[in-house]
């Protein structure tokens, strides 16, 4: 994650995670209630993730003594974010994180998806994996179902293991009157003429002719090496979505047996 450039260091030292959501490349991220973060149930194992965990703690709910934090502040600091991101991963599936997750997916503070025929639909942010240190944050258009990385090189190095592979799936499950429709125009998207000119702009611009045709490519050996997002939650893929991605896949196998029969003909 990138280094903290607003904020001074006494707001650091008395409101860490104020100061902390203030900093630039921090917007993905929302406030976890403090009653949440003090509640020893919801924290547990992650003592076995963070080192001078405990003190990581105590600098996130602003109980560290100045001495040590004098000490120590480089490195905690460090401890302290992953400990805050962990701890941000399990309360955005919370009833109350969802609900300040829903604030900032309504304002599209997690950006738009770039495909034009979801029409400037919001995104939101998903990981690959619930394991930190391995894959950075990617965004989910519930429209499209498909992933997309963040423009911003700040947002592009967040850790995707604090927001985990679950949230964006468990919001649509529990509030599914804002699962986007699969055409149309979106419900979030916006609703203005400069809204609707950027729309616009990204079909002309995925449609202008481009040199070169590929016709040495093989459609079938492309088409086999394309990898599929398999939305899950805790782990289990969604009932609904594995029948619809088998079917979709068997589909797929029978297209490309075609496609190689056809170019074993050319």
């Known amino acids: 994650m990138e280094e903290?450039?607003?904020?001074?260091?006494?707001?650091?030292?008395?409101?860490?995670?104020?100061w902390f959501l203030s900093s630039k490349g921090n917007e993905y991220f929302c406030e976890v209630d403090e009653d949440f973060i003090l509640d020893r149930f919801n924290l547990t194992g992650l003592?076995?993730?963070?080192?001078?965990?405990?003190?990581?703690?105590?600098?996130?709910?602003?109980?560290?003594?100045?001495?040590?934090?004098?000490?120590?502040?480089?490195?905690l600091d460090v401890q302290a974010r992953l400990l805050y991101g962990l701890i941000h991963a399990r309360w955005i599936v919370t009833a109350r994180g969802l609900q300040k997750m829903i604030e900032k997916?309504?304002?599209?503070?997690?950006?738009?998806?770039?495909?034009?025929?979801?029409?400037?639909?919001p995104l939101l942010p998903v990981g690959l994996t619930d394991v930190p240190y391995e894959k950075s944050v990617k965004l989910y258009c519930g429209r499209c179902e498909d992933l997309y990385s963040p423009k911003s090189a700040r947002h592009g190095s967040i850790d995707g293991a604090y927001f985990g592979t679950?949230?964006?799936?468990?919001?649509?499950?529990?509030?599914?009157?804002?699962i986007p429709p699969k055409s149309g125009p979106s419900d979030l998207g916006p609703a203005t003429k400069d809204g609707e000119r950027r729309t616009k702009r990204m079909r002309e611009e995925q449609e202008a002719p481009t040199e070169g045709g590929g016709d040495s490519i093989s459609t079938a050996s492309v088409a086999l090496k394309v990898e599929r997002y398999r939305p899950k939650i805790y782990g289990f893929q969604l009932n609904e979505t594995a029948r619809l991605q088998r079917w979709q896949e068997a589909i797929r196998d029978r297209q490309i047996t075609r496609l190689e029969a056809l170019e074993d003909r050319a």
């Open 4 to 18: 903290a450039t607003s904020g001074s260091d006494s707001d650091y030292s008395r409101f860490w995670i104020s």
């Open 47 to 75: 003592n076995n993730e963070v080192t001078n965990y405990s003190q990581a703690l105590d600098l996130i709910t602003d109980n560290l003594d100045d001495e040590i934090q004098d000490e120590l502040r480089g490195s």
């Open 105 to 121: 997916y309504k304002r599209a503070d997690f950006g738009r998806c770039p495909r034009v025929f979801c029409q400037l639909q």
């Open 166 to 178: 679950t949230f964006p799936h468990l919001l649509f499950l529990v509030y599914p009157s804002l």
